[in-house]
Nanobody, 120 residues
């Protein structure tokens, strides 16, 4: 079993900042890519950003220049620094990790989600 636990969500005014964290635990051999998705009310879940084990990153156009993803491989933790938040960033944010549980087996793990609300 693999668990991802997010923290750091909350209510913030437009223009403000929040930092999300996600810690992985359980039966983990290694973690490949990690990322953050979000789902706004009435919309589909979308990829916000991802980061490989070596640190290569990918961002949705809507967050480029405002959000920064990082990870600490030793702590099995991924972070999302969100600056200049806009009302359209309001969503439930989900952590995702591609976890290798053995040399041969990989699973797609998800956190329970953390709500980010940006007030205008």
């Amino acid at each position: 079993q693999v668990q991802l636990v997010e923290s750091g969500g909350g209510l913030v005014q437009a223009g403000g900042s929040l930092r999300l964290s996600c810690v992985a635990s359980g039966r983990i051999f290694s973690i490949n890519s990690m990322g953050w998705y979000r789902q706004a009310p009435g919309k589909q879940r979308e990829l916000v950003t991802s980061i490989t084990y070596s640190g290569s990153t990918n961002y949705a156009d809507s967050v480029k220049g405002r959000f920064t993803i990082s990870r600490d491989n030793g702590k099995r933790t991924v972070y999302l620094q969100m600056n200049s938040l806009k009302s359209e960033d309001t969503a439930v944010y989900y952590c995702n990790a591609q976890v290798r549980t053995t040399t041969f087996d990989t699973l797609d793990a998800w956190g329970q989600g953390t709500l980010v609300t940006v007030s205008s």
